[in-house]
């Protein structure tokens, strides 16, 4: 394949934006950031004082000295009974607030529990789903099932409703690229017809650089409150190339017994809708039986025509083949 002067460039400009990427990642968590993860439990002695945020993975923390930034642990527990001046944040942990406890920004626990003292002082609010809703820890065990736990009613109505609500938003937004993006979408599709394997190769690596970066990533975001709707930000404009793939793949098999000459129309075919709606009925299934394997299946069926969309600059242009 002969790549054009622009295309070449835009390759190098990718190559370096995956380098820093993954440098960024694996190398933003410095020692002072996040606790060495080991059995032991991370103290703050009373007459300690640490003037940045504390992190931890499963390694437990207790503050009974001063912390001027957030506390957040993944699943430790998190006891409080110092000064901190930031958030207190453990996801799946349990936090204990003591008397003695000033903080002076938000509690959060998402799968744990949250036991504040009366004199405890806290000037922000308290997140305890657990003792809310538990909508978040329902949301919670369905991708991270816990051993200990029996199939209720409930998780099957959840994963059902999530099975349907994935496979609409699957075709619908499927379809709605293919709508407002035609061209764009029918060179994606000639390419993956064309280069079947390189785009394949391409998507599928891409995918894994992507599984590689993006938890150091969300866990750098989401150390804290703030950094929460970062989160879900990045994560959701990491789904916009994957839809776009979803949509090359429908589109190139719903012409897959089409002449090789044959440029599809711009409208969108009634075989491309019916192929459309195979792939988010088989994703929406999977999901009702297993939410994980939905989920991965997305980005397998997604990842060829990712790689078709890279390989044509994102639908602008058709690589030259020799």
């Not at 394949?1 to 295309?7: L, N, R």
């Not at 503050?63 to 642990?73: A, F, H, P, Q």
Request: glycine content about 8%.
């Amino acid at each position: 394949m002969k790549w054009p002067g622009k295309q070449q460039r835009l390759f190098r400009l990718w190559k370096c934006w995956i380098v820093y990427i993954c440098l960024f990642s694996f190398n933003i968590i410095t020692p002072s950031q996040v606790a060495a993860q080991d059995d032991d439990r991370l103290i703050i002695a009373a007459n300690d004082r640490v003037t940045e945020n504390i992190s931890t993975i499963s390694q437990d923390i207790e503050v009974y000295g001063e912390v001027d930034g957030d506390v957040t642990s993944w699943n430790g527990n998190i006891l409080i009974a110092g000064f901190v001046s930031g958030d207190v944040v453990s996801y799946t942990g349990n936090i204990i607030i003591t008397d003695t406890a000033h903080i002076e920004g938000h509690i959060m626990s998402i799968d744990g529990t949250v036991e504040r003292a009366s004199d405890a002082q806290i000037a922000g609010l308290t997140f305890n789903n657990s003792r809310d809703s538990g909508a978040l820890s329902s949301v919670f065990h369905l991708f991270v099932p816990q051993s200990d736990l029996s199939v209720t009613a409930l998780d099957i109505f959840a994963r059902a409703l999530l099975g349907v609500v994935l496979g609409i938003f699957t075709l619908a937004f499927c379809l709605l690229w293919i709508a407002l993006w035609p061209q764009r979408t029918i060179a994606s599709s000639l390419t993956l017809r064309q280069l079947p394997w390189r785009a394949l190769a391409v998507g599928g690596l891409t995918t894994l650089i992507l599984t590689l970066t993006l938890p150091p990533l969300v866990t750098i975001f989401s150390a804290t409150l703030v950094g929460l709707p970062l989160t879900i930000f990045l994560l959701f404009v990491v789904q916009i190339p994957y839809v776009y793939g979803i949509a090359t793949l429908a589109q190139t098999l719903g012409h897959f017994r089409t002449d090789q000459q044959f440029i599809p129309s711009s409208g969108i075919a009634r075989s491309t809708i019916f192929v459309a709606a195979i792939i988010a009925c088989i994703i929406g299934v999977l999901t009702i039986l297993t939410p994980s394997g939905g989920v991965i299946l997305i980005y397998a069926l997604s990842s060829p025509g990712l790689g078709a969309v890279i390989l044509s600059r994102g639908g602008h242009a058709l690589p030259h083949l020799t």
